[in-house]
DNA sequence: ATCCTATCCTGGCTGC
DNA sequence: TGCAGCCAGGATAGGA
């Protein structure tokens, strides 16, 4: 599903076809795709003007706007599940699951096509509402193994709902918690309060890389949902040590990969490299086991 | 403060 | 071949 480096792929990919563009038309064609304000008053917001800059904040793409060379709000996407956006001829048969089309004024057209509805588009004039509550960048220099270690002991979490929650860390979503988790040896369901100095930096160090090798392969597609702006799927699915492995042998390790439900998440694991706790006791032991083999 | 569950959605898959 | 039922999950809300 798009998380930070898919949405990052689709902010690159979108970029030099949309920059220096004028937004000639906008049409919503599902009203409730449309987040924050009314749909017409959304496409007052977006039509005419000139889109400065593409980036992205966690798994929001930002389209930056100007009119007369001022700054003039922002158009944001947020693809959940299913969303695509595609920058294509004006004629472009977009399909049936098509929710919102801007013309652009060079003969093509931005196409937010959503098969599942989740997505959603904003105008805002300022982004601190939207985004005010959003964690660090995990790939920004904000996000360092020391903010990593105290802000993990400051909570009293179990480290997948913890990393999932974007008010904590900002773009991380199911497949890179647990290949991130996978890569530096932690169980899912450890507490975050009892995370060591070391276990954090391993931690912070799994996640930097897999994102970044996420990104260079232009994120990941198992399913025939996720594509590139381009129509492309991208690679990293070939990369994944864990996710979508239950009952396959660990790489590391050769014991099956196991699979748990956590906050209503596919969670996917080695039981011999991701021990539950490095001093396990015995009560703890049992209701792990009794956890997992519940799940099966 | 944290946890748990339901909700939103629908294509694709499983099993009969 | 058809069809019912279940599954996937990002974010949020409400209750325990």
Redesign the pocket.
Known sequence: ???LPEVETVARLIRPRVVGRTIRSGEVYRA?TVAGSKPAAFVRGVVGARVAEVWRR??YVVLDLERDGEAAGHLVC?L???GRLHVEADEWDAGKFLRARFELDDGRALYFID????GKLWFARDLAALFGELGPEPLSDAFDADWLFDALRA????LK??L?D?SFLAGL???YVDESLFRAGLHPLASSKRVDRESATRLHGAIRSILAGAIAREGSSFD?FYRTPEGNPGGFQNEFQVYAREGEPCVRCGAPISKIVV????THFCPRCQPRSTKLTSKSTRAASARVSRSR
């Open positions: 599903m798009p998380e409730r966690a798994k947020h959940r599940m299913t098969v599942r509805k989740f909570r009293k979490r179990q709902p913890l999932l974007q979503g199911n497949i025939t906050g209503q998440r596919g």
